[in-house]
């Protein structure tokens, strides 16, 4: 399944902005997302994803800028969007009084689908979910993991061109993770076009094509996951734990070892070509870190370099 | 895939629909508060409280107290289920379940979703109002044609407590009211709308403390559909339920879209 770069944005953003009383949870953001995409928005807590999602998904309206989905203007259009695109939002919303079938059921009527169609597509869903022995089950019942599969399983009744997932894996196991990622990559086959944000920089890794980082409400980098890495931090990474000493005090004189050094509470990181080499020079220099950990170079690395956060803070 | 604009008036009933599903789940307890309990009252009330008032003072406000209290019997039903469907199933939906908040990620705007619940309270209503009405007749208290209008009536009395006190919880933050409003606003206004005794048996101070109650228009409405009455007072009634009602139901779409999209 091929996608041609000129065709139209499935999303496009100008200078959108999003304002709560006096609070501007999104300061003015600039994005297009291709059809087929899988496009990421990286950033911590209360950088403005969650508010930027409500947006794409057409459920809130922009304060000001422009914003079109399908080429379609939510604040007339809204409807219509909706019925085009699924969402999974950050917390399961089900009413757990009722089956995993009727919750499904009762989307799919949402949708204004005919009812052979809504029971074909739920017997279908609940199976890619793997919750097909669970069908009659309440959705009280089911684990952290199985509510996540099925939340997916809902967003996808109106079989959606878009899919918008916010913090899909967030509180999973790793195994519930990594199955979920596996549907996921099933869905950006067939061509669905996914729209997700993340604090996990794996997760991101993992599945955009493209990602912003956010910090305050702003876009502070665009790219590619290996891009950006490759533009906003260094080959390697050396992590050292340098025991009972102030990490501050000895920044100055590890400076001389890194092109860039990052000092965090618990410890110091050093941006270097080889963690390797690194390593050796310092203990030659006379170093007895208590704990190293050399490592490539990772998504929160360029998080760090440029909000000066790490992503859990 | 897209749909004509001009339909769009239509998608409440996708929301009608979901209640009417998940009723199919759960009716079960609602047989008793809406059918066993208000029949248990008229049985107790009627008959037993009936035989002693013949008794003593004979008729109350020239009615058999049988006559006189089927009627407040569907008003406080159609009272009761207009409560009963509004704060915690309200509250639920827009924080705990947030289930609305799920609904208004497809097609549905808010107020598909409002529209789509008041809709269903007065579905819920009719049906009671068609029973009650049988009830009404097979006690004898079917004294005017007006009676074909009891599900009507019914659903009114629903939807004036029901589109305010939806409004209402799709506003707050918290359950901590609601069981203030049921014992100081809810269980009163039950006892104290002129639905056991007439409005003459209150000290004469009370009285328009008591005309003041929303229940009571509620009440004598429907007594008047049942056993006749002169129209203007049927007309003022009727106006401060429709009051109510389309407030309430104006107030609901300013709160649930406060809360579901902004």
Redesign the interface.
């Known amino acids: 399944m091929s996608t041609s770069s000129d065709s139209v944005p499935v999303v496009r953003a100008r200078g959108v902005t999003k304002r709560?009383g006096e609070f501007e949870a999104v300061r003015g953001v600039d994005f297009a997302i291709a059809p087929g995409e899988s496009f990421g928005f990286l950033g911590p807590n209360g950088a403005g994803k969650t508010s930027t999602m409500?947006m794409v998904?057409a459920?809130?309206?922009p304060t000001s800028g422009s914003l079109t989905i399908f080429g379609l203007d939510p604040a007339i259009h809204?409807?219509?969007i909706?019925?085009?695109l699924g969402?999974v939002?950050q917390?399961d919303?089900?009413?757990?009084?009722?089956s995993l079938r009727?919750n499904l059921?009762?989307?799919g009527?949402?949708?204004?689908l005919p009812r052979t169609t809504i029971r074909e597509r739920t017997t279908e869903l609940l199976e890619f979910a793997h919750l097909s022995d669970r069908a009659e089950d309440k959705v009280d019942n089911l684990s952290g993991g199985m509510k996540r599969r099925l939340t997916i399983a809902?967003a996808l009744i109106?079989r959606p061109e878009l899919l918008i997932l916010d913090e899909p894996t967030t509180g999973l196991d790793p195994q519930a993770r990594h199955l979920l990622w596996e549907r996921l990559y099933r869905l950006k086959r067939d061509g669905v076009t996914l729209i997700i944000t993340t604090h996990y920089m794996d997760e991101a890794e993992q599945l955009c094509d493209r990602l912003v980082v956010m910090d305050h409400g702003r876009i502070v980098a665009e790219g590619a996951p290996r891009q950006l890495i490759a533009d906003h931090a260094s080959r390697e990474v050396l992590e050292l734990r340098l025991g009972s000493e102030h990490h501050d005090e000895v920044a100055d004189q590890l400076g001389s070892f890194a092109e860039r050094l990052e000092v965090l509470p618990d410890r110091v990181l050093l941006y270097v070509d080889s963690a390797d080499d690194t390593l050796a020079r310092l203990h030659q220099a006379g170093w007895r870190p208590e704990r190293t950990l050399q490592r490539r170079s990772s998504l929160e690395d360029v998080f760090l370099r440029l909000t000066g956060r790490t992503l859990e803070e | 895939?897209?749909?004509p604009a001009l339909l769009?008036w239509s998608?409440w009933r996708?929301?009608w629909?979901?209640h009417a599903?998940?009723y199919a789940?759960?009716w079960r307890g609602s047989v008793v508060s809406s059918v066993l309990l208000p029949l248990g009252y008229l049985g107790a009330l009627g008959v037993g409280v009936g035989h002693l008032v013949a008794k003593h003072t004979g008729l109350v406000d020239g009615q058999t107290y049988l006559h006189f209290i089927a009627p407040s019997l569907l008003a406080t039903t159609a009272f009761q289920l207009g409560e009963g469907e509004s704060l915690w199933p309200v509250l639920a939906a827009v924080k705990w379940?947030?289930?609305y908040?799920?609904?208004?990620?497809?097609?549905?705007?808010p107020r598909d979703v409002l529209v789509g619940k008041l809709a269903w309270v007065a579905t819920r209503a009719i049906a009671i109002g068609v029973f009650y009405t049988l009830i009404i007749a097979a006690v004898g208290a079917a004294r005017s044609w007006w009676v074909l209008t009891l599900p009507l009536l019914s659903a009114l009395v629903s939807l004036a407590f029901a589109a305010p006190l939806v409004a209402y919880a799709a506003h707050v933050d918290s359950d901590l009211s609601f069981p203030l409003i049921y014992r100081f606003g809810f269980v009163p206004m039950f006892l104290f709308s002129a639905t056991f005794y007439p409005v003459s048996a209150y000290p004469g101070w009370l009285r328009p403390v008591v005309q003041f109650v929303p229940l009571y228009h509620g009440v004598a409405l429907i007594r008047a559909a049942c056993l006749g009455g002169s129209l203007a007072p049927a007309l003022a009634h009727l106006a401060v339920l429709a009051v109510l009602a389309g407030g309430g139901f104006a107030w609901g779409q300013v709160t649930l879209r406060r809360r579901?999209?902004?």
């Open positions: 709560f409500r998904s459920v809130s309206t809204g409807p219509e909706r019925g085009r969402v939002p917390e919303t089900f009413d757990l009084d009722l009727l059921e009762m989307f009527r949402y949708y204004d809902r109106n | 895939m897209s749909e769009g998608r996708r929301a629909w979901f599903m998940y789940q759960t379940t947030r289930s908040h799920a609904a208004v990620t497809t097609p549905l705007e579901l999209i902004d």
